[in-house]
Nanobody, 126 residues
Framework: QVQLEESGGGLVQAGGSLRLSCAAS????????MGWFRQAPGKERESGAA???????YYADSVKGRFTISRDNAKNTVYLQMNSLKPEDTAVYYC????????????????????WGQGTQVTVSS
């Protein structure tokens, strides 16, 4: 069992930045690929970014060039640095963990993940 807790959400003006953190506990963090997803009101959950055990990354087109995912295995934490935020980035952001033996694989669909956090709200005002 892995417990995930997101933090760092909040209200920011368009063009601003936020850094989300997701702290993991319960198992060996380095055995998990990680992902960030988001869900806006009335919309389906969508992928934002993902990172493999070895640090390979994936970004959805909607966030590419603005968001950066990273991980610190010593701190059992994955981050999402969000720059140049837009009102359409407003959503609840969730981190997810998938246990995998593959060091370089990332996973971009939420159904592939095993564990989820409770989410953190990000609101971008225009």
């Amino acid at each position: 069992q892995v417990q995930l807790e997101e933090s760092g959400g909040g209200l920011v003006q368009a063009g601003g930045s936020l850094r989300l953190s997701c702290a993991a506990s319960g198992r060996t963090f380095s055995n998990y690929a990680m992902g960030w997803f988001r869900q806006a009101p009335g919309k389906e959950r969508e992928s934002g970014a993902a990172i493999s055990r070895g640090g390979a990354t994936y970004y959805a087109d909607s966030v590419k060039g603005r968001f950066t995912i990273s991980r610190d295995n010593a701190k059992n934490t994955v981050y999402l640095q969000m720059n140049s935020l837009k009102p359409e980035d407003t959503a609840v952001y969730y981190c997810a963990a998938k246990r995998t033996i593959w060091e370089n694989n990332w996973y971009k669909t939420w159904a592939e993940y095993d564990y989820w956090g409770q989410g953190t709200q990000v609101t971008v005002s225009s």
